[in-house]
């Protein structure tokens, strides 16, 4: 398992920016898959968007064009700038990391961190 830790969230309105980070802390290696997952008061935790080790993402159809996934191999660190938030994006967000396949937003990633609020107001 891999020891995530997120920053960047707040709040914000709808319409704003917010940009998230994520550290390995120590961790050498490079996981193959990382990721942002989310979940929202009394909804099931769901994937947002996905990178692998080459750098291809992958996004739900819900962040498709707003949000933008990035990481840095070199210092280990996971990004997600995301656009024109919605209240509906309103959630806690996890940074994820995992070595399997396939590295898309579904995949059930088993290394996670405590998560980051990002609260979007009307």
């Known amino acids: 398992q891999v020891h995530l830790v997120e920053s960047g969230g707040g709040s914000v309105q709808a319409g704003g920016s917010l940009r998230l980070s994520c550290t390995a802390p120590?961790?050498?290696?490079?996981?193959?898959?990382m990721g942002w997952l989310r979940q929202a008061p009394g909804k099931e935790r769901e994937g947002v968007a996905t990178i692998d080790l080459g750098g291809s993402p992958k996004y739900a159809d819900s962040v498709k064009g707003r949000f933008t996934i990035s990481r840095d191999n070199a210092k280990n660190t996971l990004f997600l700038q995301m656009n024109s938030l919605k209240p509906e994006d309103t959630a806690m967000y996890y940074c994820a990391a995992d070595t399997t396949l396939p590295c898309d937003t579904t995949l059930k990633f088993r290394s996670w961190g405590q998560g980051t609020q990002v609260t979007v107001s009307s």
């Open positions: 120590g961790y050498s290696y490079r996981p193959y898959c």
